[in-house]
């Protein structure tokens, strides 16, 4: 409770301005101080001044011993903009006071109408508010709360609710939840209705028949039939018709069931008949292959004709045998096998049914051409999305093969066929059945077959990207990009442009940076079209430190299992070196020269030095060295790294080391092959560029027992006066 001085002066400023007091809500009533019963708080002279003075908390008893409201919805659920009615309650006090609603969110609904400030008021509790539901269906919770002066009787607790007024000092609200949350339920879908199917009969064993079914609200309708033997497919139109795919098996039940149409607003039905259909025997127009030679094994027949369902099949001619029929009514395929003794000559084939049979010749000739044979299938297995990839398959009397695969998703392509090779382009839908299956090769002679699986592709080719690691700085604008990708990758694209990858996996290609920062996405893409990527960022700042690498080569390949790196740097600096993202190590400084010993690791190793100046500015920069002892050192020494020229035309400068073999280099660009010869383990080819843009040159020393190894090196021909068009080094 207040002091009474206090309230005596708050009171006294109300009766100031009583006569229009917006900001404290306050408006005059003669009697309200003794109607209220204010005095047994408040002493004289407040009783002059407060009359008129607004209604303070209420209560929920007259034992004043706390401050509380609450509100109730007069339903639990309401349609979208449906009028939500919440009855406000308080305590046994009656007088002027404020209620209000609120949504979720706390922004005013609706306040108590009725005094003459405009700004709500109401005589007792109940207070009715109303507002309209919101139009999202969910769930809900709004707010009540009452608007006061906060000085009351002695002991009295606010609830948790209480907001104080910041504009109108001792006065504010206390706000709180309904007591249950309310919905919004979706609007109610109009059911559908049938006004004709048609057609409304079908015979048993039709297949493939559309019904179209007319009436109202059938969006998105699904048909499903009582009948037994009756099934339906997607249905497919409008609001007003849907057509439906219907067949009937040959032993469906026969009478009138119903067809039903379904959606979320609800189902409509009507009438369907299935008709017994008269009993047809089957008919052959041909059979194809209608001769097979002796020993013919896993031969595929195909017999075309009229009331096939359910056939069953046989040969008159001695040692040959059949398996199970499957097909159509039209159309059946059964697997055929011929003995290499079968007797020989013409016979025939005969298909029987329920409702009788039919027969055509068929023929058993002498096999001059001995069976075919399978003694490997290389790769015997492929992934679901695989595109054209070639599968060889090796063994005796393959000559003219025709190839087949059993698992279901697999498709060949033109097989080119030897007498002991077959090789063709193999693809493999992307939702493919995985697990083994079976290839089978198919000659005159007759057919073999080999194990052939499908596996699951669940993961991204594997990219390996040697270059200046994320964040490097370097004042080279010719940046080398190479790296290595797994196989079966078909394609690897450095900030969009394709790059070449070669018969071992690698690739390699250079960009020219630009002043600042430079993003670099590297992303390999398999045949089933899976991606994995590499994204950095590599600073070019000219002003940087001039970093020199003398040694090792860039993309070079060596035999030793270390490396020495050496190189300047054009200002007096600290060097640190790292294998492979490894801790880095200094190097020995010797003025601004320096060195540094790199243990290198099987395989590709990335080696990156970074130079740091007093001022704290690096210059990075990479050299890519392959480690492996069955090879032998091979290194492009000019240009010792990829690089922007305006000169041509070039002289290519190598050497190959560490070995005593014969050695031959090839030199390739622009799809010309020069071959040079090796004196005294240096080689050297001019290179002649004719127009602005990026030339791959790819070098290849080979031994006289077929070992290789490969370097690649990059050239940006920029001649004077050249354009920025070729600034992507585009062709």
Not at 557 to 586: D, H, L, M, R, Y
Not at 641 to 665: A, F, H, Y
Request: charged residues 5%.
């Amino acid at each position: 409770m207040k002091l009474v001085g206090k309230v005596a002066a708050l009171c006294f400023f109300a009766a100031v301005v009583v006569t229009h007091l917006w900001g404290f809500e306050a408006w005059a009533q003669s009697s309200y101080f003794t109607g209220q019963g204010c005095s047994g708080c408040h002493a004289s002279p407040v009783v002059a001044t407060c009359n008129g003075c607004h209604a303070h908390g209420t209560h929920p008893s007259s034992a004043k011993s706390s401050i509380n409201v609450a509100g109730t919805t007069n339903k639990s659920s309401y349609a979208p903009g449906e009028l939500v009615t919440v009855t406000i309650t308080g305590g046994y006090r009656s007088g002027w006071f404020r209620a209000v609603l609120y949504d979720q969110n706390s922004v005013e609904l609706a306040r108590s109408t009725g005094n003459d400030s405009g700004m709500g008021s109401s005589a007792t509790y109940p207070a009715t508010l109303s507002a309209a539901a919101p139009a999202t269906p969910g769930t809900y919770t709004w707010k009540v709360g009452w608007y006061g002066n906060q000085s009351d009787a002695g002991g009295a607790a606010f609830g948790s609710g209480w907001t104080p007024d910041p504009n109108n000092p001792d006065h504010g609200s206390e706000i709180v939840n309904i007591s249950t949350p309310f919905t919004v339920a979706s609007a109610t879908l109009p059911a559908p209705t049938i006004s004709s199917v048609a057609p409304n009969s079908l015979v048993q064993g039709a297949a493939g028949q559309s019904v179209t079914i007319a009436g109202t609200n059938l969006t998105g309708a699904t048909v499903s039939f009582s009948n037994s033997g009756v099934s339906a497919g997607a249905a497919t139109g409008t609001a007003t018709s849907i057509s439906v795919p219907v067949s009937v098996t040959a032993t469906a039940a026969t009478g009138t069931g119903t067809v039903t149409v379904t959606t979320a607003g609800g189902s409509a039905s009507s009438a369907f008949n299935v008709t017994a259909s008269a009993a047809m025997a089957p008919t052959i127009d041909s059979v194809s292959p209608n001769s097979l030679a002796q020993g013919a094994t896993g031969q595929t027949i195909t017999i075309t004709g009229t009331n096939l369902t359910g056939a069953m099949v046989n040969f008159s001619n001695s040692g040959v045998t059949a398996g199970a029929a499957t097909g159509t009514a039209t159309s059946i395929n059964v697997p055929v096998s011929v003995g290499a003794a079968a007797a020989t000559g013409t016979g025939t084939v005969t298909v029987t049914t329920a409702n009788g049979n039919a027969s055509k010749a068929f023929s058993v000739t002498a096999s001059a051409i001995p069976l075919p044979a399978i003694s490997s299938v290389s790769p015997n297995s492929l992934v679901q999305g695989a595109v054209n990839q070639v599968v060889t398959i090796t063994g005796a009397n393959l000559t003219g093969a025709a190839v087949s695969f059993s698992n279901s998703g697999v498709t060949g392509g033109t097989a080119t066929a030897t007498a002991t090779s077959v090789s063709l382009p193999v693809s493999v839908a992307a939702n493919a059945a995985t697990g083994a299956g079976t290839v089978t090769v198919t000659t005159t002679g007759g057919s073999a077959s080999s194990a052939f699986s499908i596996t699951i592709r669940s993961s991204a080719p594997t990219l390996t990207v040697s270059a200046l690691s994320d964040g490097s700085y370097t004042n080279n604008a010719t940046l080398n990009i190479s790296g290595s990708v797994s196989a079966g990758t078909q394609s690897v694209t450095v900030n969009g442009q394709n790059v070449t990858i070669m018969s071992d996996g690698s690739f390699s290609t250079a960009i020219t940076l630009i002043a600042g920062a430079n993003t670099i996405a590297v992303i390999a893409t398999d045949s089933a079209g899976n991606q994995k990527s590499d994204t950095r960022t590599i600073n070019y700042d000219p002003s940087a430190p001039v970093l020199t690498v003398a040694s090792p080569i860039d993309n070079s390949t060596t035999t030793s299992s270390f490396a020495a790196v050496t190189g300047s740097v054009s200002e007096t600096s600290t060097v640190a070196i790292a294998n492979n993202g490894g801790s880095p190590q200094s190097a020995t400084m010797s003025g601004n020269n320096f060195s540094a010993t790199v243990n290198l690791t099987s395989g590709v190793n990335t080696i990156t030095i970074v130079a740091t100046d007093l001022a704290g500015n690096t210059s990075s920069a990479k050299r890519t060295v392959s480690y492996d002892t069955s090879k032998f050192t091979l290194a492009v020494t000019n240009p010792a790294q990829d690089m922007t020229t305006s000169r041509s035309p070039l002289i290519l400068l190598g050497k190959v080391t560490n070995t005593t073999k014969e050695i031959t280099v090839t030199v390739t660009m622009s799809g010309k092959t020069y071959t040079q010869l090796v004196t005294n383990g240096i080689f050297r080819q001019r290179l002649t560029f004719t127009r602005a843009k990026l030339y791959t040159i790819t070098v290849t020393a080979t031994d006289a027992a077929g070992n290789s190894s490969t370097v690649t090196r990059n050239v940006i021909y920029r001649p004077e006066g050249s354009d920025e068009e070729h600034r992507n080094n585009d062709d």
